[in-house]
């Protein structure tokens, strides 16, 4: 097994940069295909200079088939190669649900384990800036649904060293890494929480009155209005960073939620059917009665995401909403908002153009 | 056996296996969709008598023939088809998802198409590994109307991949013809992306096939370029199942009479002995196969990805 070096703090495209890095020079069997992987702007730095580095057979820069090029990683796997595929809007991947789905995800299945595919499919949610209704979605609950799959929500620089630092030395299955586009430029102290993102679901707050279980993004989001409820109102928070959505650590959360009795789900895409349904499941099937008060869910509108800033604005959950809800959850009467929409504001400040 | 059969005796062979398979369909042995290959055995053995075991072949869910062809164990097809526990997928598959990877016979799917990629992908691994190896994709002509077959042949040509692709042109997709489906002439299309392109019209003869594909095999390799086959063909039988459908009027009989005239595996043309011997093999196949005991309760969860 071969580790990265790193220095002690790095923004979250950073990370995925090393890793990429890493991945290709630890094993000449790994592979990088996607659209702009190989041109000037890199994802977001992401995959800067690997071409020139590697060489054009081992960085692909792929035609617009993301089907076929799905099938493609899958038939290069079968034969040998680690490839690691980059959506740079989670949204161009359902162009490839049918490789990803019908044959990647079934394929060591169908045909009694005699092949064992692997692969790594970063995927880019994107936000802010009029993305739109065909650049923000956030489809981690689809492909959570499928058997044969794991899907992964890096919240933070460690979350991705050490998930993809597993996957690039182990190559031994298919995981879907959802990358939100508003973590790239945020940095991170490293080894605050190392050692727990491969469980599916981590402590990333401890708390005694209330469980936020929040993916991606709504981690981060999670724990400033832990902070505020602490401060304004002595809520005690915990906050759970659902690593794996597709993969929860169950009783990590059925604990957090029998210590707390109260529970809310922050997740960044919509609600039905969503990782807030999957979070309940998980506490009503295993006893219901640890809940103190009917649950919250924090999640996009269940719209189509609206282009203009002012709609965009309110199609997206804040972490206003957030206290407002645990407030509600925990029998509170409001009196104090934070100032200022915390990661909104930084999504204003967003000026993308992507 | 099998392997020691003579070209046309092995396209006979398996067309007996077919001709089993609808004799034993009614009984329920079977308890899943079948798409027969009678009618095309000749392609396949053609197509995989000049492969060597390191060369893979992908293929569809109408791919008994070339499971066969290519050297899969019967008996593991046998207890496959039947849902046990010694099928070539552990009675996970069955007729529509065969593979036998001792063989390179590779995952089969019942998604139109969708092994093509595949076959990109391994030659492409070929390719970056120096090897010699080559990758087979057989798909049938309504392939042909999918965006992955378009941006398949872009990308293998474009990148000039060990890969040949066969067409099995029997015209149908289900029960539509090309002509109401495809507004292209398949070749020159497949032409225009720099493929080396072949046809052939009269595959009826095993042997006939194989010398053809021989060429093509050494056409591509010598050129360094992905090639095309067109290989015309008839289904005899109903897109799935086990039996004649002309009555429902979307094909003529009398073209398949016409086709039938030239079949050479016909019972009467083979020799006794030899009929006698594929018979007794293929009893002893499903023999095994009902010998073979169900899949364990834990096989449903093992293999899944986690």
New interface residues.
């Given amino acids: 097994m071969k580790n990265l070096n790193l220095e002690s703090e790095l923004t979250y495209a950073e990370a995925i940069y090393k890793c990429m890095n890493f991945a290709l020079e630890s094993s000449s069997e790994t592979?990088l295909i996607g659209q702009g992987i190989g041109d000037s702007k890199g994802i977001f730095g992401t995959t800067s200079g690997l071409l020139n580095k590697f060489g054009k057979?081992?960085v692909i820069e792929?035609?617009i088939?993301e089907?076929?090029?799905?099938?493609?990683?899958?038939?290069?796997?079968?034969?040998?190669?680690y490839?690691i595929m980059t959506h740079i809007r989670a949204d161009f991947s359902l162009v490839a649900m049918?490789?990803i789905v019908?044959?990647f995800?079934k394929?060591?299945?169908?045909?009694?384990?005699?092949?064992q595919p692997s692969g790594l499919i970063r995927m880019i949610i994107g936000r802010g800036w009029g993305q739109g209704a065909q650049h923000a979605q956030s489809p981690h609950s689809l492909f959570s649904h499928v058997?044969?799959?794991?899907v992964i929500m890096p919240c933070s620089v460690d979350s991705v060293i050490e998930n993809y630092q597993y996957e690039i030395n182990n190559k031994s299955?298919?995981v879907i890494s959802f990358e939100h586009r508003n973590l790239y430029d945020i940095s991170f102290k490293l080894g605050a929480n190392l050692g727990n993102y491969l469980k599916g679901s981590t402590v990333q707050r401890t708390g005694k009155d209330l469980t936020i279980v929040a993916t991606s993004i709504m981690v981060l989001e999670s724990i400033r209005a832990a902070e505020f409820l602490d401060v304004h109102y002595g809520i005690s928070v915990e906050v759970v960073d659902l690593t794996s959505p597709s993969?929860p650590d169950y009783k990590l959360i059925f604990e957090s939620v029998s210590k707390t009795g109260k529970l809310i789900v922050a997740d960044t895409s919509w609600a039905p059917y969503g990782v807030g349904a999957e979070i309940a499941r998980i506490i009503c099937q295993t006893d219901p009665s640890i809940l103190k008060s009917p649950i919250g869910v924090v999640s996009m509108e269940h719209t189509p995401c609206p282009t203009g800033k002012t709609l965009e604005d309110l199609f997206y959950p804040s972490v206003r909403n957030l206290v407002m809800l645990a407030l509600k959850v925990c029998g509170k009467k409001l009196e104090k908002l934070p100032e200022g929409d915390s990661y909104r504001d930084f999504y204003r400040k967003f000026k993308g153009p992507f | 056996m099998i392997d020691s059969l003579k070209i046309l005796e092995k396209a006979y062979f398996i067309r007996r296996v077919e001709e089993k398979l609808i004799e034993i369909y009614p009984t329920d042995l079977i308890q899943s969709p079948l798409h027969l290959s009678i009618g095309q055995e000749s392609l396949a053995v053609g197509v995989c008598s000049n492969l060597n075991i390191n060369d893979q072949l992908f293929t569809t869910y109408r791919s008994h023939a070339y499971y066969l062809a290519k050297g899969g164990n019967l008996n593991a097809f046998m207890a496959e088809l039947m849902g046990r526990k010694n099928g070539c997928c552990k009675g996970k598959g069955g007729s529509m998802h065969l593979a036998d990877s001792s063989v390179n016979f590779m995952g089969t799917s019942a998604i139109v198409g969708s092994t093509l990629p595949h076959a990109v992908g391994a030659a492409y691994a070929n390719l970056i590994h120096n090897k010699s190896n080559l990758v087979v994709c057989v798909i049938g002509d309504g392939a042909a109307d999918t965006g992955i077959y378009h941006e398949s042949l872009n990308f293998a040509a474009l990148h000039n991949l060990p890969v040949v692709f066969v067409i099995e042109d029997n015209d149908l997709a289900v029960h539509s013809t090309k002509q109401e489906r495809q507004s292209f002439d398949l070749e020159k299309h497949a032409k225009m992306y720099g493929f080396l392109t072949y046809s052939l019209d009269d595959t009826q003869n095993p042997e006939k096939v194989s010398k053809f594909m021989k060429d093509v095999y050494l056409q591509g390799k010598t050129r360094k370029k992905p090639a095309w086959v067109k290989l015309k063909t008839f289904r005899y039988k109903e897109h799935v199942g086990v039996l004649d459908d002309f009555e429902i009027g979307y094909r003529q009989k009398s073209d398949y009479l016409a086709w039938l005239a030239k079949d050479p595996l016909i019972y009467e043309k083979f020799k006794a002995n030899i009929i006698m011997e594929i018979d007794f093999v293929i009893e002893q196949a499903i023999k095994f196969a009902k010998n073979s005991p169900f899949p364990d309760p834990v096989e449903l969860y093992t293999d899944v990805i986690q």
């Fill in positions: 592979i057979k081992r792929t035609p088939a089907e076929m090029m799905t099938g493609f990683a899958l038939g290069a796997s079968v034969n040998g190669l490839p049918n490789q019908n044959l995800a394929y060591q299945y169908m045909f009694g384990g005699q092949f058997p044969g799959i794991r299955r298919l993969h």
